[in-house]
């Protein structure tokens, strides 16, 4: 396919595994990209047909309404000319997206539950969530009928894009193939470890984790967690830290440097056990963690929470067990049958591993995401000649 796309993200941090696997996935169909983010490329080498637009990453959330649309548009504006369509991350981007999208065709990918994220979100004081989910949940149906074209991650976000107008397919957050070659082959000789990789907050269950560390400290005292230093904040972060020291986990809890999607396995290679506790709230409910496929790859049985999506992957999978995020007790038993039981450990983990390889790979979604650009040029006809300034 001989054209140029234009990936946008204004707010995701450096190396977002979806997001930079599109990027790449991209390049290796062909495809010429232009990448515009707030990334920091020094030190990484990128492939030969993406050509990289970084902008200084705003970091004060008041400022962002103000400065992220002049810096994306700023680059933007210096490839205009040669691409054929827009890509984008981020909801913040919509409004603008949708203007540009009279000049060009604009794919609009929607990773969240955004409204229910506004009930959520610590943030937000409590009194404007309610306010906000209906503010952002009848904006965004409408700014998406605009944009015409929308790429969603679960079934559960379909009845907000249902609109006439409104063209969508899923591309799931499911991880590389890729991943699958540089698995270590030495699960049995490993020391028990617990793993997390997701992002810290507390919905994504960050508190918990800590009650089961704490828990399995009591019960089995040779038993190591390690989580990804991954905070949604350095305030966050600061609270996390004061809780291992206050909780004395220090010792037996270890936050390993962030790494991108593509070098993860240095960081599951070093578990027995891949943990998800994410707790029972409307947005992860319907969430889908991409850390259940980089699990599963890694050949890691998994501890799960019950909530719905994930429960259909497990069971689908027979890759882990089933917990209740209000009940720390149900992980931290399922978690000492697997430390007990090393067999069945590996036997879960390996059915994982085949699952992953024969229906949660990133890869076989691609040709669903072509096939899109191809009909929206298609429609559009020849790729759009209109300037930037004119929007």
Not at 38 to 64: A, C, L, N
Not at 105 to 134: F, G, K, Q, S, T
Not at 361 to 376: H, M, S
Not at 383 to 389: D, F, H, K, S, V
């Amino acid at each position: 396919m001989s054209i140029t796309i234009a990936v946008v993200t204004s707010i995701h941090p450096d190396f977002d595994a979806r997001i930079w696997k599109h990027v790449v996935s991209l390049s290796e169909a062909g495809i010429k990209v232009h990448f515009i983010s707030p990334w920091d490329f020094q030190d990484v080498v990128t492939p030969e047909s993406v050509s990289v637009h970084p902008f200084r990453r705003v970091t004060r959330r008041s400022m962002r309404p103000f400065l992220i649309p002049k810096r994306v548009f700023g680059r933007l504006r210096s490839c205009w000319r040669d691409v054929d369509l827009i890509h984008f991350h981020d909801i913040d981007l919509l409004p603008w997206m949708a203007i540009a999208s009279f000049f060009k065709p604009v794919v609009y990918d929607c990773h969240e539950n955004y409204p229910d994220e506004m009930l959520v979100r610590e943030w937000i004081p409590n009194l404007a969530r309610r306010p906000l989910y209906h503010v952002m949940r009848i904006g965004q149906r409408a700014l998406a009928r605009i944009v015409g074209h929308c790429v969603l991650v679960a079934e559960s976000q379909e009845p907000d894009f249902t609109i006439d107008g409104v063209d969508f397919i899923y591309i799931k957050n499911y991880a590389s193939r890729r991943l699958l070659n540089s698995v270590a082959d030495d699960y049995e000789s490993r020391v028990p470890t617990v793993v997390f990789t997701g992002g810290h907050h507390d919905t994504n269950g960050s508190g918990l984790l800590l009650d089961i560390a704490e828990r399995c400290g009591e019960l089995l005292p040779d038993l190591r967690f390690i989580a990804t230093d991954r905070f949604t904040s350095p305030e966050y972060r600061a609270r996390f830290e004061a809780q291992l020291n206050e909780r004395g986990l220090a010792r037996q809890f270890e936050l390993v440097p962030f790494v991108p999607s593509q070098r993860i396995m240095t960081v599951l290679n070093r578990g027995t056990i891949g943990v998800s506790p994410n707790l029972r709230t409307k947005n992860q409910e319907k969430a889908i963690p991409t850390k259940l496929f980089e699990y599963m790859a890694a050949g890691l049985p998994i501890v799960s929470s019950d909530l719905p999506n994930q429960t259909h992957i497990i069971n689908d999978a027979r890759c882990g067990l089933l917990a209740r995020p209000e009940d720390k007790e149900s992980f931290v038993r399922a978690i000492q049958h697997l430390v007990d039981d090393r067999g069945s450990a590996k036997a879960l983990g390996e059915s994982g591993k085949r699952a992953f390889a024969q229906r949660y790979c990133w890869e076989e979604q691609i040709p669903a995401l072509l096939d899109l650009y191809g009909a929206i040029l298609e429609r559009r006809g020849s790729p759009a000649e209109g300037r930037l300034e004119d929007t």
